[in-house]
T-cell receptor, first 117, second 112 residues
Framework: GAVVSQHPSWVICKSGTSVKIECRSLDFQATTMFWYRQFPKQSLMLMATSNEGSKATYEQGVEKDKFLINHASLTLSTLTVTSAHPEDSSFYIC?????????????FGEGSRLTVL | KQEVTQIPAALSVPEGENLVLNCSFTDSAIYNLQWFRQDPGKGLTSLLLIQSSQREQTSGRLNASLDKSSGRSTLYIAASQPGDSATYLCATYTGANSKLTFGKGITLSVRP
C-alpha cells in the first residue's frame, strides 16, 4: 500500500520556538494532504487541507498564522508550529490522497508528538 | 453535516471471540467508508475501504459491511487475538471538500 512518512516522530521544544513537521508521500503523488491534531483519547480533528501550489484551507478556529502549512511539491507538505506554547503540545498526524488512486482513500503518516516545555 | 458515531467507546473480550464493531453515520450520501486501526501513540493504518456501491470488503480475519440506506457499517473480527488490541476508527468520505469525518473510535482490548 501507499506509504506516508512523517518526520520527526517526536519533538520537544522550548516555549516560543518554532517547530516544523514534514509529511511525505513516498511512493505516490498527492495534490492534497491533510493535517490533523489528536488529543489524548480523542479522535482526529482536521486542522487544514494542504493544496499543492496554493494556499492551505484552514478549519474554523485554527489560526493560520500559528500553524503555517506549505505544500511545495506533490510529495511534501510541511506544518510549522510558530511560537509554540505548552497548549500546542499534541499529536499531529498528516494524511494524503493518491492522485492516481481511489478517490477518497487516504493514507496516514505515523504521527508526530510535539511537547512544548 | 455528517456525524459518525461509534458505540461503545471501549470493549474488552477474551481471546478467540468473534466480535463486531459498529459505526453509524447520519448522511447516507457517502462515496466510501474506511475502517482504520490506531495503536497507542501511532498513526492510522487503513484496514478496509468500502465504496458506496459495495456491500462488504474482506481482508483476512476482518470483514466490513456497509448499509448506506440505514447509515450503518460493521467491522467483524474473527477469532480475536491479543494483537488485535487497538483503537478502531471508522470514517466516511462524502466528497465535500475531500474531507473524512471520523467517529471517536472503539478501544478494543483482547485478553489472553
Amino acid at each position: 500500500g501507499a506509504v506516508v512518512s512523517q518526520h520527526p516522530s517526536w519533538v520537544i521544544c522550548k516555549s516560543g520556538t518554532s517547530v516544523k513537521i514534514e509529511c511525505r508521500s513516498l511512493d505516490f503523488q498527492a495534490t492534497t494532504m491533510f493535517w490533523y491534531r489528536q488529543f489524548p483519547k480523542q479522535s482526529l480533528m482536521l486542522m487544514a487541507t494542504s493544496n499543492e501550489g496554493s494556499k492551505a484551507t484552514y478549519e474554523q478556529g485554527v489560526e493560520k498564522d500559528k500553524f503555517l502549512i506549505n505544500h511545495a511539491s506533490l510529495t511534501l507538505s510541511t506544518l510549522t508550529v510558530t511560537s509554540a506554547h505548552p497548549e500546542d503540545s499534541s499529536f499531529y498526524i498528516c494524511s494524503a490522497e493518491d492522485l492516481a488512486g481511489v478517490v477518497g482513500e487516504l493514507f496516514f503518516g505515523e504521527g508526530s508528538r510535539l511537547t512544548v516545555l | 453535516k455528517q456525524e459518525v458515531t461509534q458505540i461503545p467507546a471501549a470493549l474488552s473480550v477474551p481471546e478467540g471471540e468473534n466480535l463486531v464493531l459498529n459505526c453509524s453515520f447520519t448522511d447516507s450520501a457517502i462515496y466510501n467508508l474506511q475502517w482504520f486501526r490506531q495503536d497507542p501513540g501511532k498513526g492510522l493504518t487503513s484496514l478496509l475501504l468500502i465504496q458506496s456501491s459495495q456491500r462488504e470488503q474482506t481482508s483476512g480475519r476482518l470483514n466490513a459491511s456497509l448499509d448506506k440506506s440505514s447509515g450503518r457499517s460493521t467491522l467483524y473480527i474473527a477469532a480475536s487475538q491479543p494483537g488485535d488490541s487497538a483503537t478502531y476508527l471508522c470514517a466516511t468520505y462524502t466528497g465535500a471538500n475531500s474531507k473524512l469525518t471520523f467517529g471517536k473510535g472503539i478501544t478494543l482490548s483482547v485478553r489472553p
